[in-house]
């Protein structure tokens, strides 16, 4: 009896150990489980940090053909000024001409001008109106031809998820027919951003006039709109700069706005800024100022940072920025102690709640040199008369747009500060 009974015991000691191993084993399980489940949330709330979710706004980024999220950009060169930026980005960023998120397209009322375009798309305005003769100066029938061709004006950008609207104001095409091309593109869903010239004071009154008018009137259609005075050209064109090159130079101001912006999304980087964190930035931001610098040394980060901030081409002071996008590029060895000083900079100067985003960007053929691109939007209203610069931020600017003018002009490596 004894015998039985011990057996018995040892049994249900035996199950009772069973079955604390299992429960063990389960909760174990369960434990690895919600430390996994919380690693991976506790993962995306620190990229949510670095990168805006795309939920927040649904539809804008789409699967490519291969399988990967691409930002599907346009840029529309609106008339002869259009036309000429076009050829200049084509001409200064090939490798850019190749990528297949990026189409150039150039419309214009002028059928002799479109044989010379380097776009990848042409488009004639009003093919029966004004037979391929041009607009003769008149904005009104530029924006007559517009919407005449509204239906294949939005063939071309319906689907697309950014459009660049660019021309040079004052003329007949690109006066009327721009605001057209972008009320399409907007009303299409597509981030519209701006990017024009006002005509120089010698061009007389009556272009000065019908360019103010035809921006008052862009500034209606697009997200962002980017005003380059070419008056203020003639600050650091230097003396006996032929008439040509200063405005080949209008010209490529208009390409670097676009690129710079355009690069912002296009070229992948170790922090990246996409489609989205530039969309929350200047969706409906109005006027915005672009400003790229670059730097080269012990002091790179600071100087490029101070030179993308820095320009007598301001019309309205960066400090009033309630939005900015800034990009720093350099090679493998740029530090996060260089990161943090172009980001001291930049937040030192704009609005105490502006909302900032950033991301980094590694390119070997940098070497030594530091390149910031900066996009600030959100202004607030405009003074009457902006705070005066000092004398030491005056000169800086103007030595920095020098150097820039000379090397733009006759094919240097580029610019060491411009910010429009």
């Keep these: 009896h004894n015998s039985k009974t011990r057996l018995r015991r040892r049994g249900l000691i035996t199950m009772l150990l069973i079955s604390l191993i299992m429960i063990s084993l389960h909760n174990w399980s369960v434990l690895g489980?919600?430390?996994?489940?919380?690693?991976?949330?506790t993962s995306s709330k620190g990229l949510a940090m670095l990168r805006m979710d795309e939920s927040m706004d649904p539809g804008f980024r789409r699967q490519s053909s291969a399988g990967g999220l691409t930002c599907n950009i346009k840029v529309i060169g609106v008339g002869g000024g259009g036309g000429n930026t076009i050829n200049r980005m084509v001409d200064c960023v090939p490798e850019l001409e190749d990528a297949p998120m990026l189409e150039y397209v150039a419309v214009n009322t002028d059928s002799q001008a479109l044989t010379l375009s380097a776009a990848d798309t042409t488009m004639q305005l009003g093919a029966g109106a004004v037979r391929g003769l041009g607009a003769g100066g008149v904005p009104s029938v530029g924006?007559?031809?517009?919407?005449?061709?509204?239906?294949?004006?939005?063939?071309?950008?319906?689907?697309?998820?950014?459009?660049?609207?660019?021309?040079?104001?004052?003329?007949?095409?690109?006066?009327?027919?721009?605001?057209?091309?972008?009320?399409?593109?907007?009303?299409?869903?597509?981030?519209?951003?701006?990017?024009?010239?006002?005509?120089?004071?010698?061009?007389?009154r009556r272009r000065m006039a019908q360019a103010e008018e035809a921006i008052e009137e862009l500034g209606k259609h697009v997200d962002v709109l980017i005003i380059v005075s070419n008056d203020k050209l003639l600050e650091i064109v230097p003396e006996g700069v032929p008439l040509q090159e200063a405005f080949s130079l209008a010209d490529d101001i208009l390409r670097q706005g676009i690129t710079g912006i355009s690069d912002i999304i296009l070229k992948?980087?170790?922090?990246?800024?996409?489609?989205?964190?530039?969309?929350?930035?200047?969706?409906?931001?109005?006027?915005?100022?672009?400003?790229?610098?670059?730097?080269?040394?012990?002091?790179?980060?600071?100087?490029?940072a101070r030179a993308a901030v820095s320009s007598p081409l301001l019309d309205f002071p960066i400090e009033r920025a309630g939005g900015v996008v800034f990009t720093i590029t350099g090679n493998s060895e740029m530090t996060?102690?260089?990161?943090?000083?172009?980001?001291?900079?930049?937040?030192?100067?704009?609005?105490?709640?502006?909302?900032?985003?950033?991301?980094?960007?590694?390119?070997?053929?940098?070497?030594?040199?530091?390149?910031?691109?900066?996009?600030?939007?959100?202004?607030?209203?405009?003074?009457?008369?902006?705070?005066?610069?000092?004398?030491?931020?005056?000169?800086?600017?103007?030595?920095?747009?020098?150097?820039?003018?000379?090397?733009?002009?006759?094919?240097?490596?580029?610019?060491?500060?411009?910010?429009?």
Aim: no cysteine; glycine share 12%; charged share 15%.
């Design 33 to 41: 489980a919600f430390q996994t489940l919380s690693r991976v949330q």
């Design 143 to 204: 924006r007559s031809a517009a919407v005449d061709s509204a239906p294949e004006i939005d063939a071309i950008v319906r689907g697309v998820d950014m459009v660049f609207v660019t021309a040079g104001m004052g003329g007949g095409t690109g006066s009327g027919a721009a605001p057209v091309v972008a009320e399409l593109a907007k009303d299409a869903g597509a981030l519209t951003v701006g990017i024009v010239t006002k005509p120089f004071t010698f061009e007389g």
């Design 268 to 304: 992948p980087g170790l922090i990246n800024v996409d489609f989205a964190d530039v969309r929350s930035i200047m969706a409906n931001a109005g006027p915005a100022l672009m400003g790229i610098g670059q730097g080269f040394g012990k002091t790179r980060a600071q100087d490029a």
């Design 336 to 420: 996060i102690q260089e990161v943090n000083e172009v980001a001291t900079v930049i937040s030192s100067i704009v609005a105490d709640d502006a909302n900032i985003i950033f991301g980094t960007s590694v390119d070997e053929t940098y070497g030594d040199e530091l390149s910031v691109t900066v996009v600030a939007t959100s202004f607030q209203e405009k003074l009457e008369e902006p705070p005066k610069k000092s004398h030491f931020q005056s000169r800086f600017n103007t030595l920095s747009s020098t150097a820039f003018v000379a090397m733009s002009l006759w094919g240097g490596s580029g610019p060491s500060g411009m910010l429009m």
